[in-house]
């Protein structure tokens, strides 16, 4: 009897680390629909504890997409990209929490794939609240990449697992210099596991 109690515990024990290492999964709610992202925080902890802080606290309740970058409307850039950004905007003062570290794709092993979830920054270290979505594979995101002086990339996090006919709707609308002419809004970012 002793024997199956112990093997009891194992089993409970091994399921609840087992879930507890189940990667989490958002929702991103659009006035188009939703876009579903799973988060890797085994990869990139800093990066998605930064992401479900602003989540858990409300902090998103008024978050957009407000940025468009494709091939025909970034002229001047000799390093083009494929990507959909948003969060409180460029228009906010003051994020609620400071920036957090940069954590690097060489260091998280998360590449600019098509889908992938990263943060937008200046400055390595400056990222707070506003993300981007790529579409296709952006390799000049990555730590290395030459989209941005530094070299160091973008700090990845995540992917898109249901949606990306609304990231690329959302990508296909009116812009005026990479910024949307009608903001989309986001109803709600919540985590749904």
Partial sequence: MKKYASLLVFIV?????????QNVKVEIKTELGSIIT??????????????????????FEAANFYRVVR?????????????IQGGL????????YPPI??????????LHLNGTLS??????????SEIFICIGDQPELDFG?????????????????EGMDIVKKIQNLPDEEQMLKEIIKISSIKIIE
Avoid at 13 to 21: E, I, N, T
Avoid at 151 to 160: E, I, P, Q, T
Wanted: proline share 6%.
């Fill in 13 to 21: 024990l091994l399921s609840f680390m087992s879930l507890k290492s």
């Fill in 38 to 59: 799973e988060l890797y925080s085994d990869k990139a902890p800093i990066t998605c504890a930064n992401f479900i802080k602003y989540i858990e606290n409300n902090k």
């Fill in 145 to 161: 990449g030459k989209r941005n002086p530094d070299g160091l990339g973008f700090a990845a996090f995540g992917k898109v697992i």
């Fill in 89 to 96: 905007g460029f228009d906010v003062e003051e994020s609620p």
């Fill in 71 to 83: 091939m025909d409307n970034q002229p001047n850039n000799d390093i083009k990209i494929e990507v």
């Fill in 101 to 110: 570290s940069h954590e690097t794709t060489e260091q998280t092993g998360i």
């Fill in 119 to 128: 943060m937008a920054r200046a400055e390595p270290g400056t990222a707070s």
